[in-house]
């Protein structure tokens, strides 16, 4: 069995993989890339992006009753789901083989198989033909992402039980869908199945839907949501899952009584945890918990050379964040000195209407003490979200009044996950009210909502009546 050396063997093709690959190459290492799977992780492949195409389908549906109103007639819309999952499969193939075409710019040696550590310095590549492959190699990046969580309820391994990865892949919409988890991925999938023509129902175990975000926002999207015909469950535990002539009954007990929801699927949101399995690491030593392998700001475990990024480490679940993990990791690897920066870190939903946040809520703010002051904008006030008949949602600030300091910004409403970035970039400047108040927005646009918020935290928005 041959053994080849490398200066850097990364586990795990996700975002934090392949990121940390080709930084790794791009700084001159010798680099390997081992992926049991495709490139891409679950973002690209089961996650954000594909979800994102049939969300973006669900925008286009909807278009018709938006142009009617402008005056504009056009004909029936169909709908294809087929041709819809055959179109999103050529978005994914394509981006993925972009990543691939990343791997070779940055002479990144791509493995196909299963990797388990033997050492801090060797990684055994089990290969799809049954041939093993021992490497040697001065650094380790674990970065080998995570998979949906399943809570330990009678029933949730039965049929028409699916998670995130299988809903993606559907051949046919079912009438009633039953969504078990209320956060971001819950609202995601409620928003896409709602508009593909099923009866959807959320159950939630804590007493509101995207329970980690401004109560504000919470309510707003509630509200939204029910006006599309999604039933909410909220402070309700499931306890069952059971077939019932045909359907799937999904039981919840909700203070001190019970209830029940019916459906044809029931659709897993509960989160997801990290992979840890098959690795070996407790082979080599590595210190880690139930929710990820434990590391120091530069991504580094206790075993020197040896790496984590992304999902594994359990810290924020998000793409982009598994991409600066892993770039800090490669830097590090590679003889740099750079730490990871968890400021500022946008929150994006792609519900219908959508949600950004960065920062503090004000209930947070209001826990760590601050005085604060808060201001709102509606978009129903603003001339533009007026204009293209967007006018669901607002922005709301959240401001220190001792120091001035922006601390939370939440947006829900129409291009809320492309407003949220200037106020990321406002947190993590460290700017104050009066600064992004008097900061030209350009008339119109989206983004005076933002001003006139910022305005509005004392008192002074003149577009608010």
């Given amino acids: 069995m041959s053994v080849e050396v490398f200066d850097v063997v990364v586990i795990g093709g996700g975002p934090a993989g392949y990121s940390a690959a080709a930084r790794a190459g791009r700084l001159g290492g010798k680099v390997a890339l081992i992926e049991k799977r495709e490139l891409g992780g679950v973002c690209l492949n089961e996650g954000c992006i594909p979800t994102k195409f049939l969300i973006n389908v669900c925008d286009i549906l909807s278009m018709k009753q938006k142009v009617v109103r402008m005056g504009i007639k056009i004909g029936d819309v169909k709908f294809d789901l087929q041709e819809v999952m055959k179109s999103k499969d050529l978005i994914v193939k394509r981006l993925r083989k972009g990543i691939e075409l990343m791997m070779e710019a940055n002479h990144v040696t791509v493995l196909k198989g299963i990797a388990t550590l033997i050492d801090k310095g060797e990684v055994l590549v089990s290969q799809p033909n049954g041939e093993k492959r021992a490497i040697r190699t001065k650094n380790i990046i674990i970065a080998t992402g995570s998979n949906p969580l399943k809570l330990p309820i009678p029933g949730i391994n039965s049929s028409n039980v699916i998670t995130n990865e299988e809903a993606l892949s559907l051949q046919k919409i079912p009438s ?43 309510m707003e999207l509630h509200k939204n949501l029910t006006r599309m015909g999604i039933s909410i469950y909220t402070n309700a535990r499931v306890v069952e899952i059971k077939d019932e002539n045909a359907e799937k009954v999904v039981r919840y007990a909700s203070n001190g009584s019970g209830g029940e929801v019916k459906g044809d699927l029931v659709l897993l949101a509960s989160g997801r945890r990290p992979n840890l399995e098959v690795l070996g690491l407790e082979r080599v030593g590595i210190n880690y918990s139930k929710n990820g392998i434990i590391v120091n700001e530069h991504m580094e475990t206790n075993i020197k050379g040896i790496y984590a990024a992304g999902d ?13 993990e892993g770039i800090t990791a490669a830097e590090n690897a590679m003889g740099n000195n750079l730490s990871i920066d ?8 792609f519900s219908r209407p959508e949600v950004g946040a960065v920062g503090l809520t004000e209930e947070e703010a209001k826990i760590e003490g601050y005085d604060i002051a808060v201001g709102k904008f509606p978009f129903r006030a603003c001339g533009r979200a007026v204009v293209e008949g967007e006018i669901e949602g607002f922005v709301k600030i959240i401001a220190d009044k001792k120091s001035d300091r922006i601390l939370g910004v939440h947006i829900i409403g129409h291009g809320a996950t492309e407003l949220i970035h200037e106020a990321a970039l406002a947190l993590k400047m460290n700017t104050t009210i009066k600064q992004l108040s008097s900061t030209y927005h350009a008339h119109p646009t989206f983004s005076e909502a933002i001003k006139e918020a910022a305005l509005d935290v004392y008192g002074k928005a003149i577009h608010k009546v």
Avoid: H, W
């Fill in 176 to 218: 009633k869908v039953v969504i078990i988890g209320g956060g971001p991925m819950g609202v995601e999938f409620a928003t896409i199945l709602r508009n593909f023509g099923a009866q959807v129902s959320i159950v939630e175990m804590l007493p509101r839907i995207l329970p980690l975000e401004d109560f504000e926002i919470s």
């Fill in 312 to 324: 594994v480490v359990g810290k924020y679940l998000l793409a982009y964040t598994a991409y600066e």
């Fill in 342 to 349: 968890y400021s500022a870190i946008p929150r994006c939903i």
